[in-house]
């Protein structure tokens, strides 16, 4: 495994395609671990509640930290394949899941803890030329009034791109429509 000296990116010198990739660029390894130390990733997790059917905003939730995940086939490893030509996945974030799990998130995550209901993709925009904002909507009828604990977004439908552990649970109630918005930053 290369690190990248704590922020979390790594490469698996056991894929013999990237193995490959970075022998043919001549670098050593103490110049693959420069490189990808500008490298960085992170996201952030927010819940806006609105009065269901109407944009009428019931309450804005804090930004929450949260992971994106890096094992084989999930989070930053499909940015890797995908920047070694592997195109298997898209690498478009496509669905979110919010859950009741209580785990600690870790990169070795392929799913949610216990996800409850997904949804597609509602909006997307690049607020600024390094930031991604995705939000996510879970109307009344489909989020059923319960306490929530975590939320992930997912590439191509099934592969986990990040997973948050809301700090504080989110309560939701009759009448009362979710949107989870997220933003991941590369630096």
Known sequence: ??????????????????????????????????????????????????????????????????????????????????????????????????GTGQATPANSDTHLTTPIVTVALTDSSIPTVNVASLQFFFPDNILANGTYYEFGTYIDTNQLFNHCLFDTSYVKAAGEDTTVEVQFTIN
């Open 1 to 98: 495994m290369i690190s990248n000296g704590g922020l979390g990116l790594g490469l698996n010198m056991n894929n013999e395609h990237i193995k490959n990739l970075l022998k043919s660029l001549s670098l050593s390894d103490e110049n693959i671990l420069k490189v990808l130390e500008e490298i960085g990733s992170s996201g952030k997790v927010r819940i806006l509640k609105h009065k269901a059917g109407t944009k009428d905003l019931i309450s804005v939730g804090h930004w929450m930290k949260n992971i994106v995940v890096c094992d084989s086939n999930t989070g930053r490893n499909l940015i890797v394949q995908k920047l070694a030509g592997i195109n298997t996945y898209t690498c478009n974030i496509t669905h979110g899941s919010i």
